[in-house]
C-alpha cells in the first residue's frame, strides 16, 4: 500500500504562494496522486490529480518529480478563503477485481493569515 | 450531472440506540460507493466501500455494518451505538470506470451520541 506524508499544518500570510509537499515513497507504476481540499463541517472536494511532471488548473499546480516519491501542492496567492485542511492521496490498486479503496491520511492544516 | 445525497444532516441519538443513515447518488450508474467517518479535528477514517449491490467491504471491525440494496443506495447502521461513534459521517462515489480516484462526497452527517 502506498501511504503518504504531509505535514500536519502550515501557516501562510494572505498573497503569498503556498507550496504543500506530499511524500509517497511506496507509490506503485499505476497509481495517481490526487489532492483534496476539506472546509469544516464539508465534504472533501477534489482539487487537482496528476501521473507525473506538473498538472496546473484554475485552482491549483500540482509538481511531480520523475522519481515520483513525492508531490508538491502549489496554491498561488492565498486567501483568507484558503484556510482548509488538504489531502495528498496516491491511489490503492492492490486489492483485486479492480476495487477502488482510497486512503486519506490525516492531511495538512492550511491557515491563512490576514 | 451527478448528485449526491446524505440525510439526515444532523443526529443525536442516546447511546444503545439504532442507527441508519442514507446515501443516494443520481446521474450515474455502477458507481463505487463509501462511508467515511471523521472525529473532532482527525483525518478522515474509511469504514466500507462497494462496488456493487450486495458487495461491501469493511475496513474497520466494530459494531458498524452497510449495506448497499440498490445500485445507488448505500446504507450505514448500527444496532446500538456507542459514544465513540459520534463524528461526522461521509458518504461519497467514484465511477467505476475511472482508476484515477477522483472521489466525489455528499454534503455529511453529523452525528452526536448522547
Known amino acids: 500500500l502506498a501511504k503518504t506524508t504531509q505535514p500536519i499544518s502550515m501557516d501562510s500570510y494572505e498573497g503569498q504562494e503556498v507550496n504543500i509537499t506530499c511524500s509517497h515513497n511506496n507509490i506503485a507504476t499505476n497509481d495517481y496522486i490526487t489532492w483534496y481540499q476539506q472546509f469544516p463541517s464539508q465534504g472533501p472536494r477534489f482539487i487537482i490529480q496528476?501521473?507525473?511532471t506538473k498538472v496546473t488548473n484554475e485552482v491549483a499546480s500540482l509538481f511531480i518529480p520523475a522519481d515520483r516519491k513525492s508531490s508538491t501542492l502549489s496554491l498561488p496567492r492565498v486567501s483568507l478563503s484558503d484556510t482548509a485542511v488538504y489531502y495528498c492521496l496516491v491511489g490503492d490498486s492492490s486489492n483485486s477485481g479492480g476495487y477502488q479503496k482510497v486512503t486519506f491520511g490525516t492531511g495538512t492544516k492550511l491557515q491563512v493569515i490576514p | 450531472s451527478q448528485t449526491i445525497h446524505q440525510w439526515p444532516a444532523t443526529l443525536v441519538q442516546p447511546v444503545g440506540s439504532p442507527l441508519s443513515l442514507e446515501c443516494t447518488v443520481e446521474?450515474?450508474?455502477?458507481?463505487?460507493l463509501y462511508w467515511y467517518r471523521q472525529a473532532a479535528g482527525r483525518g478522515l477514517q474509511l469504514l466500507f466501500y462497494s462496488v456493487g449491490i450486495g458487495q461491501i467491504s469493511s475496513e474497520v471491525p466494530q459494531n458498524l455494518s452497510a449495506s448497499r440494496p440498490q445500485d445507488r443506495q448505500f446504507i450505514l447502521s448500527s444496532k446500538k451505538l456507542l459514544l465513540s461513534d459520534s463524528g461526522f459521517y461521509l458518504c461519497?462515489?467514484?465511477?467505476?470506470?475511472?482508476?484515477?480516484?477522483?472521489?466525489?462526497f455528499g454534503p455529511g452527517t453529523r452525528l452526536t451520541v448522547t
Open positions: 496528476g501521473y507525473k
Open positions: 446521474g450515474t450508474s455502477n458507481p463505487n
Open positions: 461519497a462515489w467514484t465511477a467505476s470506470s475511472t482508476v484515477h480516484y477522483e472521489q466525489y
